[in-house]
């Protein structure tokens, strides 16, 4: 049971990771105008990926500020990600030795 939630968790964590990088992927685009913002479904698509990742940060940008233009928020998201992966395989996917 343990190993199924496990495998749910570090899913979850890898599917938010992926959406992360596609967002930061659009914003470069954007800046190159590759991607033109008043097409109606690229603003949707992009407004749906800021409704998923801004919950997360939103509150690390008040205290992380850009350097040299550039958002390092994304990175240090998924440095935590990467750190809770860590966590649900060293609690969830590792067998429990018993002690007798």
Do not use: C, E, H
Not at 51 to 77: E, H, N, Q, S
Request: hydrophobic share 60%.
């Amino acid at each position: 049971m343990t190993m199924a939630i496990g495998k749910l968790l570090l899913l979850a964590l890898d599917i938010f990771f992926w959406i992360i990088i596609i967002q930061v992927a659009l914003s470069w685009l954007i800046v190159f105008n590759v991607i033109n913002v008043s097409n109606p479904q690229a603003r949707n698509f992009i407004d749906l990926l800021q409704k998923v990742t801004d919950p997360i940060f939103r509150p690390l940008r008040k205290y992380i500020p850009p350097i040299g233009g550039i958002d390092i928020t994304p990175i240090v998201v998924i440095f935590g990600i990467y750190l809770l992966q860590s966590l649900v395989i060293s609690f969830f996917m590792t067998p429990t030795v018993l002690l007798n």
